[in-house]
C-alpha cells in the first residue's frame, strides 16, 4: 500500500520559513521522482518543486531562490524548506511521487498559512 504522508504545515509570518517533510512507503522511494505541489484556494494545483532520482532539482520561477527540495533515499523522506514566505504561498501542500510505468501518486496534503 503506497502512502506518501506530509507533515511540517502550519501558520507563519511573512518573511518566516518551514520546513515540509514526506515520509514514503509502498514504493521504491529511491527510483521515483519527487515533487511537491500546492494548490490555493479557487486555483489549480501548481508545481512547486522536483527532484529526479538522481537529484536534479527543478522550480518555477514563483519560489526559485526561497524554497529548496532535498530527499533522503536512507529515510525513504522527501523535505522542502521554505524561506522567505509570502502571503501568496498559502496553499494545501501537497507531495507526490511519479514514476513513467506506475503514474503519479499523491498524499493528503498540509496546510500552509503564510500571515501578512
Known amino acids: 500500500q503506497v502512502q506518501l504522508v506530509e507533515s511540517g504545515g502550519g501558520l507563519v509570518q511573512a518573511g518566516g520559513s518551514l520546513r515540509l517533510s514526506c515520509a514514503a512507503s509502498g514504493i521504491t522511494f529511491s527510483i521515483d521522482e519527487m515533487g511537491w505541489y500546492r494548490q490555493a484556494p479557487g486555483k489549480q494545483r501548481e508545481l512547486v518543486a522536483t527532484i529526479t532520482s538522481g537529484g536534479i532539482t527543478n522550480y518555477p520561477d514563483s519560489v526559485k531562490g526561497r524554497f529548496t527540495i532535498s530527499r533522503n533515499n536512507a529515510k525513504n523522506t522527501v523535505y522542502l524548506q521554505m524561506n522567505s514566505l509570502k502571503p501568496e504561498d498559502t496553499a494545501v501542500y501537497y507531495c507526490?511521487?511519479?514514476?513513467?510505468?506506475?503514474?503519479?501518486?499523491w498524499g493528503q496534503g498540509t496546510q500552509v498559512t503564510v500571515s501578512s
Open positions: 507526490s511521487s511519479f514514476r513513467l510505468v506506475v503514474g503519479r501518486r
